[in-house]
Nanobody, 118 residues
Framework: VQLQAYGGGLGQARGSLRLSCAASGGTFTIKAFGWFRQSPGNAREQVAAIRSDSGPNYEDSVKGRFTISRDNTKNTAYLQMDSLKLEDTAVYYC?????????????WGQGTLVTVSS
């Protein structure tokens, strides 16, 4: 299974951007999608995740601004980022936890740079 990340780029403070993350390759069942982010000098932090058996969860600083969703028919997740802040600037990494005939796995997409300007 591979993840392809889309979106990101340059956004303005108080503006919006959307990230997408599509899983493909083989026969699998996605159990969870999510995003981490990392900015220079900071540890990687989980921003949002959505599991098949529960609702979405968010890191406190993005609650009410970011929305994670998934389209199971497309094995794709989306992170809608609204009311952007300068501190949202980071490289965003999507991940997926999935199962196939060999067991449970975690796969990562390539990092996507999000830069928020004033």
């Amino acid at each position: 299974v591979q993840l392809q990340a889309y979106g990101g780029g340059l956004g303005q403070a108080r503006g919006s951007l959307r990230l997408s993350c599509a899983a493909s390759g083989g026969t699998f069942t996605i159990k969870a999608f999510g995003w981490f982010r990392q900015s220079p000098g900071n540890a990687r932090e989980q921003v949002a995740a959505i599991r098949s058996d529960s609702g979405p969860n968010y890191e406190d600083s993005v609650k009410g601004r970011f929305t994670i969703s998934r389209d199971n028919t497309k094995n794709t997740a989306y992170l809608q980022m609204d009311s952007l802040k300068l501190e949202d600037t980071a490289v965003y990494y999507c991940f997926a936890r999935y199962s196939d005939y060999t067991g449970d796995h975690t796969v990562w997409g390539q990092g996507t740079l999000v830069t928020v300007s004033s």
